[in-house]
Each structure stands twice: as structure tokens, then as C-alpha cells.
């Protein structure tokens, strides 16, 4: 069993960056591949970034390519998230969610999900 805390959300103007945490529990996270994904009022959860149980993969949607930055700390048990250069359009609730072996940008193959997390960019 995993459980995920997403912290680190919060209002920030266009071009900002803010840096998003996923907290696990359990002693198997290390094994565990993380994605993040994103849901905006209105539409779909989507697919933001992903990484390998040991980091040396990583994953993006076209959107954040070159703007965002997956990353784990296994000792401490976290997954980051840094977003630079932020747009409006990055509004949305952020969740990290974990799965041992998903096929990264698909929602349905992770088996953990956190709460969420408000990231809000104002124009």
C-alpha cells in the first residue's frame, strides 16, 4: 500500500515557477514509477510528466516539454515537480499518482493517487 501527499501548489503570475511535492508512504516506493497529471475545471485529467522507479526515465507531455522537470529523491520518499516559465493555461489541480510497471501517460494504470494540489497562474 502507497499513500501520496502533493504539496506546493499556490497562486503565481505568468512566468513564475513553483515546485511541486509528492510525499509517499511505504516502504516499497522505490519501486514504485510516479506520474503527474493535471485536471482543469471542466476537462479531462491529463498526463503532465512521469519517471521511473530509479529516475533514470523520464517522461513529458508536448505542453511542459522544456518547462517542467520530473525528479525523486527515493531516500526521502518524494517525487518533485519543478515548473518554470508557468501559463495561465497550467491552471488546474495537480495529482501524483503511482504505479509499479504503467505505460506512463495513461491515468488508468496507476494503482495510488493523492489528494491534489491547486496550482493557479494568473495573467
Known amino acids: 500500500q502507497v499513500q501520496l501527499v502533493e504539496s506546493g501548489g499556490g497562486l503565481v503570475q505568468a512566468g513564475g515557477s513553483l515546485r511541486l511535492s509528492c510525499a509517499a508512504s511505504?516502504?516499497?516506493?522505490?519501486?514504485?514509477?510516479v506520474g503527474w497529471f493535471r485536471q482543469a475545471p471542466g476537462k479531462e485529467r491529463e498526463f503532465v510528466a512521469a519517471?521511473?522507479?530509479?529516475?533514470?526515465?523520464?517522461y513529458y507531455a508536448d505542453s511542459v516539454k522544456g518547462r517542467f522537470t520530473i525528479s525523486r529523491d527515493n531516500a526521502k520518499n518524494t517525487v518533485y515537480l519543478q515548473m518554470n516559465s508557468l501559463k495561465p493555461e497550467d491552471t488546474a489541480v495537480y495529482y501524483c499518482?503511482?504505479?509499479?510497471?504503467?505505460?506512463?501517460?495513461?491515468?488508468?494504470?496507476?494503482?495510488?493517487w493523492g489528494q491534489g494540489t491547486q496550482v493557479t497562474v494568473s495573467s
Open positions: 499518482a503511482a504505479a509499479r510497471a504503467p505505460t506512463y501517460e495513461v491515468l488508468d494504470e496507476y494503482d495510488y
Open positions: 511505504g516502504r516499497t516506493f522505490s519501486s514504485y514509477a
Open positions: 519517471i521511473s522507479w530509479s529516475g533514470g526515465s523520464t
